[in-house]
């Protein structure tokens, strides 16, 4: 499921990189204001939606609209390096999605689906291994170092201040500091609150499980060593793309 939700964006993003940039190239100046005036939005509406958001679910979908901007920041570079930022940023936000949505879904008790955030509570003591791999997941949502979130997003900046694009990627900065707030609140019940009542988490299917492990291992140490194939590849990837 959580392949199904992040795969049409994968192939959106690239479709648009296609189009804009091997076809429009010429019309950068003028496609590139659009692009950037979407990422804005998408910061806006991403980073204060979220905040309000009691549901995980909910929240995510507030987080992807947060992530788009960011990607389509890179799109509008320009440029070989900000289509190679896109697909960087876009290959390291699948495999955290991918993880997040595997653990929330897995997750029940009672026989009911966790999806409000406070009934994370007392994850910790049921299934200590989930709740470090959540914790990860989020941090690396955030965008701490050297956490795989951060990466994509050092791409993403760093590609729209070589074009010039410095005020975007300060609010995208502002963006993710504001979006902190939800994440951390996560890693805040996990640890620290208390369940309301004493209930007990239910054992989770064993490919979700690790499914959502193998991600959070991923944004974190793996990537460390991942980094040296990975940003080749997607050099080669923007190289393919037709432009300077």
């Known amino acids: 499921m959580a392949l199904f939700s992040t795969a049409p964006k994968v192939a959106?993003?690239?479709?648009?990189?296609?189009?804009?940039?091997?076809?429009?190239g010429l019309a950068h100046a003028q496609w590139a204001q659009v692009l950037i005036l979407i990422s804005l939005i998408s910061f806006a509406v991403g980073a204060f939606g979220g905040l309000m958001q009691k549901d995980i679910q909910r929240l995510l979908a507030y987080s992807s609209i947060i992530n788009i901007g960011y990607a389509l920041l890179g799109v509008a570079a320009g440029t070989q390096v900000g289509v190679q930022a896109t697909l960087m940023f876009m290959t390291l936000y699948v495999v955290?999605?991918?993880?997040?949505?595997?653990?929330?879904?897995?997750?029940?008790?009672?026989?009911?689906?966790?999806?409000?955030?406070?009934?994370?509570?007392?994850l910790k003591k049921d299934r200590p291994v989930t709740a470090v791999a959540l914790?990860?997941?989020?941090?690396?949502?955030?965008?701490?170092?050297?956490?795989?979130?951060f990466w994509g997003k050092f791409y993403v900046f760093g590609a729209a201040a070589d074009a010039g694009y410095w005020m975007a990627g300060a609010a995208g900065l502002v963006a993710s500091v504001v979006a902190a707030f939800y994440y951390l609140r996560i890693i805040?019940?996990?640890?620290?609150?208390?369940?309301?009542?004493?209930?007990?988490?239910?054992?989770?299917?064993?490919?979700?499980?690790?499914?959502?492990?193998?991600?959070?291992?991923?944004?974190?140490?793996?990537?460390?060593?991942?980094?040296?194939?990975?940003?080749?590849?997607?050099?080669?990837?923007?190289a393919g793309v037709g432009i300077g």
């Open 96 to 122: 955290d999605q991918i993880g997040f949505f595997a653990i929330l879904l897995s997750l029940s008790r009672n026989g009911r689906p966790i999806r409000k955030i406070a009934d994370l509570a007392g």
């Open 12 to 24: 959106a993003m690239v479709l648009i990189i296609r189009v804009l940039v091997e076809g429009f």
């Open 135 to 149: 914790t990860i997941l989020s941090l690396s949502a955030v965008g701490i170092p050297p956490m795989s979130g």
């Open 188 to 238: 805040k019940v996990i640890w620290f609150d208390t369940p309301e009542f004493d209930v007990t988490t239910d054992k989770a299917p064993a490919g979700a499980q690790w499914i959502g492990w193998a991600a959070a291992a991923f944004s974190f140490p793996v990537l460390l060593i991942a980094l040296t194939w990975l940003e080749p590849l997607t050099r080669a990837a923007a």
